[in-house]
């Protein structure tokens, strides 16, 4: 093991003693310690759920990349593994930037990163040069292939981008042979996703480009996953610097691309496009087939452009989403909480057709920081308001918002506690036609992530709202009425 892992590990396990359990979300992935931003080699292997993750253990800020590991046998109680992965070698000593995994033949893991080192140019600017590189290992412990990086520059299609080539997600092909899907910087300075095929997984050649963003979504599409999904296949990817218009909001968003790939020839023909997560802190979501043949999504629950809102002093930060199982209804991604989630439902209070009113309303038992709960809401004829608030005490909430005529949810934190200028609320154009809302809150000490219409649209939204805020209270600006069902989680 090289120094920089040991004293990564040996780091890792002095600060992480020091985190209280008690200040870290219930049933959501924070790191070990320190800073935590894309999942990373998810995948089933020797039994389990592995997911790493983007990793700083020094600091709760990003910088120079590590692999974080930790395992589950249901994705909602995980256990930290030492970490996997340092930049310790000269084609990754800026970073172990991200990545997937696969089980070898042979029952080893196979992890699959962008290795990133920095050069220096003749008018003296710094750029990346982005490389793939694999290490293999038992589950917990990892060895860096010495033939690294395995897809080096030489191996790129012309003029694409040697700077912006990143983030391998790896399968096997129906003949049995390995795929990569690699983001890239086409030469009109936007996103395209490259294939490589191996049958070995260590040698790689060029297949195909997947499919080109050619500037419809942002700019540099990030992290891509690909994967059949019933009778279709879907490409996700995270682009940057996107405008808003249609679903789609400003900034780094989640693109869901459903269409057709053709084995032969490695490409993907799109037949539709939608936002994979309307709310403010969803980005780089990685997806892993169960052992039961379920398909089921991860995503980072936080965005680059609002990463600040913590306060210095905080024990970690960075989390991952409630793991969400995929399926496509209607030729749509609908996406809900993966039947694991299910089993967490303890004991359940339940009220039928409570009246709603300009003054707000509270249930007995209704209330918390850690439930889930569906609500349905159902305005009358002269309401154009409703509202659910939760994380809720004096001068706290975070405020669900359901505007009747206008058609929209919206998700407001700027009453969270957060003490930044930066983005607070969200809102979305509601799909379904019916003024009758169903909504699945799934509540965590530091997130809110809404399921509107059985999983047609998600909202995701991180929250450091003071723990003792745990109201939850309804109310409408006209005649209104909510079924509501809240469940404790046997944590
Ligand atoms: C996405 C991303 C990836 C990259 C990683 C670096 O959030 O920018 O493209 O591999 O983060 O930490």
Redesign the pocket.
Known sequence: MSDLLQKARNHEARAAASIDAGARPAFHLTPYCGWM??PNGFSYYGGKYHLFY?YNPYDIH?NT?HWGHAVSSNLLHWKYLPAALAPDEAYDCN?C??GNAIELDDGRHLLVY?GVKQEKMEDGKIRDIQVQCVAVGDGENYEKYEKNPVIGSSKLPEGASRSDF??PKIWRLSDGRFCCAL?NRAPDGSGQILLYTSGDGFDWDFWSVLDANENRFGKMW??PDFFRLGDKFVLLV?PQDMVCGGEYKNGNGTVCLIGDFDEKTGKFVECSDQTVDSGIDF??PQTVLSPDGRRIMIG?MQN?DTCPIREEGSPWAGQMSVPRELFIRNGRLFQKPAKEFDELRGKSVSYKDVSLSSVPTTLADVSGRVLDMEVTLRPGADCNVCSVKVAESGDFYTEIIYRVRERTLTVDRRHSGSRRALLHAMECKILCASSELPLRIVLDKNSVEVFMNGGEQAMTTAIYTPLDADGISFSADGSASADVEKFSLKM
């Open positions: 931003n894309d983007q990003w990349m970073g930037f991200s962008t990143r983030d983001a990030e992290c995270s980005y780089a980072w680059w």
